[in-house]
Antibody, heavy 120, light 110 residues
Framework: QVQLVQSGAEVKKPGASVKVSCKAS????????MHWVRQAPGQGLEWMGW????????NYAQKFQGWVTMTRDTSISTAYMELSRLRSDDTAVYYC?????????????WGQGTLVTVSS | QSVLTQPPSASGTPGQRVTISCSGS????????VNWYQQLPGTAPKLLIY???QRPSGVPDRFSGSKSGTSASLAISGLQSEDEADYYC???????????FGGGTKLTVL
């Protein structure tokens, strides 16, 4: 079945970087855009951007430009999201989600989420 | 402040019908399809409705979606206790060139 499995929880200090992985299985990895969405504790969903696993092309939300990097390794069907210069308000659960049809925001499935805690 | 506006909370008793609204603009809901996500406590969001009113396989027909102009709605009929969750609407925004979400609606089954 189609599945996205993310890497485990991380604890980082302010100013550090974090790299979260998202391993896809059950479908052709290069055939679907991968999006990243985060959710701060008790808050709503915030879109971060997408990567086209086929070309490596990216589109980042304006808020995250210059601050987030999305990459992929097609040989192992894995997408990555790296966030730099972490601050305490970057503490959140980070999700990857496959977009079923491009530019429709139809995300299915979602990864299980990766909790990133930023604390000194 | 979210680009798409949802009521922060909704409630109903078992068996009732509840609706959750999602208001946007011409650059998002007015020109693109709307999707709805259900997030049960402590879990990842799950696709509930896509393309305004389509249900993925496995989603009960108690859940339905509609769209008119720059607004969309999610309706849940025959409310059940397991429907207690957060619900989010989402759409592409042509002006922002971005995915926009509603702020989420917490549904309580009384």
């Amino acid at each position: 079945q189609v599945q996205l499995v993310q890497s485990g929880a991380e604890v980082k200090k302010p100013g550090a970087s974090v790299k979260v992985s998202c391993k896809a299985s059950g479908y052709t990895f290069t055939g679907y855009y991968m999006h990243w969405v985060r959710q701060a504790p008790g808050q709503g969903l915030e879109w971060m951007g997408w990567i086209n696993p086929n070309s490596g092309g990216t589109n980042y939300a304006q808020k995250f430009q210059g601050w987030v990097t999305m990459t992929r390794d097609t040989s192992i069907s894995t997408a990555y999201m790296e966030l730099s210069r972490l601050r305490s308000d970057d503490t959140a659960v980070y999700y990857c989600a496959r977009e079923v049809v491009a530019a429709t925001t139809r995300f299915d499935p979602w990864g299980q989420g990766t909790l990133v805690t930023v604390s000194s | 402040q979210s680009v798409l506006t949802q009521p922060p909370s909704a409630s109903g008793t078992p068996g009732q019908r509840v609706t959750i609204s999602c208001s946007g603009s011409s650059s998002n809901i007015g020109s693109n399809t709307v999707n709805w996500y259900q997030q049960l406590p402590g879990t990842a969001p799950k696709l509930l409705i896509y393309s305004n009113n389509q249900r993925p396989s496995g989603v009960p027909d108690r859940f339905s979606g509609s769209k008119s102009g720059t607004s969309a709605s999610l309706a849940i009929s025959g409310l059940q206790s397991e429907d207690e969750a957060d619900y989010y609407c989402a759409a592409w925004d042509d002006s922002l060139n971005a995915v926009v979400f509603g702020g989420g609606t917490k549904l309580t089954v009384l």
